[in-house]
């Protein structure tokens, strides 16, 4: 064989870059994310804790028809049921993903080590768009925001935990300050993670390859670094 088309056969050949347990928690876990989102906009705005509430277009509760203010009453039940159902898809999917990320070594592999003068490096190359971008190799800036917002859904389940149940989790709700500032922690995971998700979205949107490659798990070979 000649060395181009060695070389073209290399090209050609494809590498695993995201493993499939990995991919199918994380669409799952994006679905999971915007069902409680949107749900839990509707039930703050039953009883917003802040002078605002979220435009009612934007959110998941089933229908209303005008019969009772939208913004307050209608809607809390169903958004409610959509509310625990996607916890129940976030908290078993999260648990999932957890533990083989930490069996598998795959969370050592991909996102240590990772360290401050790291993460301020990688920024500053990003803003001069001068990092490159091998699939399937996080550089420190994801690294640090995969781990953000790892811990932000782990705080999210307990804070939730904390002011759906303040009698049986008594001491959660205590660990947190109490029922209000559970409630106060709560939102402001949930700005965290919506802050992430306008980050994460314009990075994909900034390295497109990134989005069939996270689908398929595949990349050819000279633009991945494959995960075993
Ligand atoms: C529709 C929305 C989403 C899109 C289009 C998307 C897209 C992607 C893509 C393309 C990657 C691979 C990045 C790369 O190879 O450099 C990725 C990884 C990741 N995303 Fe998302 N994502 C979405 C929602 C979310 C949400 C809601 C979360 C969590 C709150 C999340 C957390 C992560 C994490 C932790 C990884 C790293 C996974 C690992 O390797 O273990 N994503 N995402």
Redesign the pocket.
């Known amino acids: 064989m000649t060395d181009i088309a060695a070389g073209r056969l290399q090209r050609a050949s494809k590498v695993i870059?995201?493993?499939l347990t990995?991919r199918i928690?994380?669409?799952l876990?994006?679905l999971?994310?915007?069902i409680m989102i949107m749900s839990g906009w509707r039930v703050y705005n039953s009883e917003p804790i802040f002078p605002f509430r979220f435009p009612v277009e934007l959110t998941l509760g089933g229908s209303y028809d005008g019969s009772v203010d939208v913004h307050n009453e209608d809607g809390l039940a169903g958004a409610l049921q959509w509310h625990f159902a996607g916890m129940w898809l976030l908290a078993i999917n999260g648990i999932v993903?957890v533990a083989y990320?930490i069996l598998s070594g795959?969370?050592r592999r991909?996102?240590f080590p990772v360290g401050p003068t790291a993460v301020l490096r990688d920024a500053i190359a990003a803003l001069r768009f001068r990092l490159p971008?091998r699939?399937?190799?996080?550089?420190a800036v994801?690294k640090a925001?995969?781990l953000g917002?790892?811990a932000?859904?782990v705080i999210m389940v307990l804070s939730g935990l904390a002011i759906w149940k303040p009698g049986q989790f008594q001491e959660l709700t205590w660990l947190f300050g109490g029922f209000d500032a559970a409630r106060v922690i709560h939102f402001l995971g949930m700005a965290a993670?919506v802050a992430?998700?306008v980050v994460?979205?314009a990075?994909?949107i900034i390295?497109p390859k990134?989005?069939p490659?996270?689908?398929t798990g595949r990349a050819s070979a000279h633009e991945a670094h494959g995960e075993d």
Request: aromatic share 16%; glycine share 6%.
């Open positions: 870059v995201h493993p990995v928690t994380h669409w876990n994006a999971a994310m915007v993903y990320g795959h969370f991909a996102f971008h699939l399937g190799l996080y550089n994801q925001l995969y917002v790892l932000a859904g993670i992430f998700l994460h979205i990075l994909v390295v990134t989005l490659a996270m689908i």
